[in-house]
């Protein structure tokens, strides 16, 4: 829109400009018109232009706010790990599972629910299948690099329908350690926030296992490919964040 109004101003003042040529071709009246079309223009243009300027000075004011907040959870981070207290666990709650609602896309193209209640219970039976693979694996749910390694996993096997190597694993594990137990920002979240992010890579990750588990079962070829598309696109996001 504030383009348009520029160009529009644009336009007008070639017309009334020098070009008396072009000022001849007008209809009568119409250069009578041009003060106060030009008026509307110019009005229009500044009221777009303080529009701007609230919505920066907004921006800016989020920013600063956001900008305060990281640095007040990093401090608490600090303190954490000065006191030897770092960990790569939290304890779950539902405050913890409503955070997780906020940072996943419920995409109805794959059938995803789209009321609040069908999303708490997609979440919670996504998660509890998860943790239920982790236990059955030996990892510790709610733990934050076993998730990593459970989720690096989980999204190779959907996606390549094969086992990751032992040593890629072993490196998972080592790097996500060494980086969760200093890092300032994750120890000084509160555990919603973690949970959040555990909530988050779970779901997906069983939402990619499902496909997998779909494509294996497939009758059809076309079935098949659908699955394998669908797995891949869950995947994918997870397996590149390891790269």
Do not use: W
């Amino acid at each position: 829109m504030i383009k348009k109004n520029v160009y529009l101003f644009i336009l007008m003042s070639c017309i009334i400009g020098t070009n008396s040529s072009a000022k001849a071709q007008l209809q009568p009246g119409m250069i009578d018109m041009m003060p106060s079309i030009n008026a509307t223009i110019n009005n229009s243009i500044n009221s777009a232009r303080t529009r701007i300027l609230m919505n920066n000075s907004r921006a800016s004011a989020a920013a600063r706010a956001e900008a305060a907040k990281q640095k007040s959870i990093e401090e608490r981070g600090a303190q954490i790990i000065k006191a030897g207290k770092a960990t790569t666990r939290f304890t779950s709650s539902f405050a913890g599972t409503q955070a997780a609602l906020k940072k996943i896309y419920f995409d109805p193209q794959f059938g995803a629910p789209q009321d609040l209640q069908g999303q708490i219970k997609y979440v919670q039976t996504h998660v509890k299948l998860f943790n239920q693979m982790m236990t059955k694996e030996g990892f510790t749910p709610y733990d934050v690099v076993d998730l990593d390694v459970m989720v690096y996993a989980i999204a190779y096997e959907a996606k390549y329908d094969s086992q990751p190597s032992i040593d890629k694993l072993k490196m998972i594990r080592r790097d996500s350690l060494k980086d969760i137990m200093s890092n300032l920002y994750y120890q000084g979240k509160p555990d919603t926030e973690k949970q959040a992010i555990y909530d988050m890579a779970a779901t997906v990750a069983i939402g990619a296992y499902e496909y997998h588990i779909k494509a294996r079962n497939a009758t059809s070829k076309a079935e098949k490919l659908e699955a394998e598309k669908n797995a891949a696109h869950l995947a994918d996001p997870l397996l590149n964040f390891f790269k």
